[in-house]
């Protein structure tokens, strides 16, 4: 996608603080961080939300919680994490490139 900033960072063209990256998936620091420990994870493969995953997706899919768990556990944070995606705007989500939000180091109202 062109214009879509993450696919921009996933290519490169914008910066970010990557955290962890494998062949299908990339996990980088929120720019506008709600937790002390507050990282993106997102596929490579550009998708719009939760939504737009089918099954041709369903190893991706697994591929995407095993690497929430394994980015918690090198942030030091397994056992201690919230991970939240919006999924359209009504639910707040501003990027349109599918993300989990994994937050810790604070305690939760939501
Ligand atoms: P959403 O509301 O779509 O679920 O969350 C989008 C998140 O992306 C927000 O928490 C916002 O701070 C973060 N974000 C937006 N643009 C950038 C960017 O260019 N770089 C990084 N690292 N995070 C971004
Ligand atoms: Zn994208």
Redesign the pocket.
């Known amino acids: 996608m062109e214009n879509c900033?993450?696919c921009?960072?996933i290519r490169q063209e914008?910066?970010?603080?990557v955290v962890y990256e494998t062949e299908e998936l990339l996990a980088?620091?929120?720019?506008?961080?709600?937790a002390p420990v507050?990282v993106?994870v997102v596929p490579k493969k550009h998708l719009t939300s939760l939504d737009d995953l089918s099954a041709e997706d369903l190893q991706l899919a697994g591929k995407l919680l095993l690497g929430i768990k394994e980015v918690a556990a090198r942030l030091g944070v397994s056992g201690g994490y919230k991970v939240?995606?919006?999924c359209g705007r009504a639910?707040?989500?501003?990027?349109?490139h599918l993300?989990f939000?994994l937050l810790a180091g604070k305690q939760f109202d939501f």
């Open positions: 900033i993450f921009k960072i914008a910066p970010a603080d980088f620091k929120d720019i506008s961080p709600k507050h993106l939240l995606t919006n639910a707040g989500q501003v990027v349109d993300h939000h």
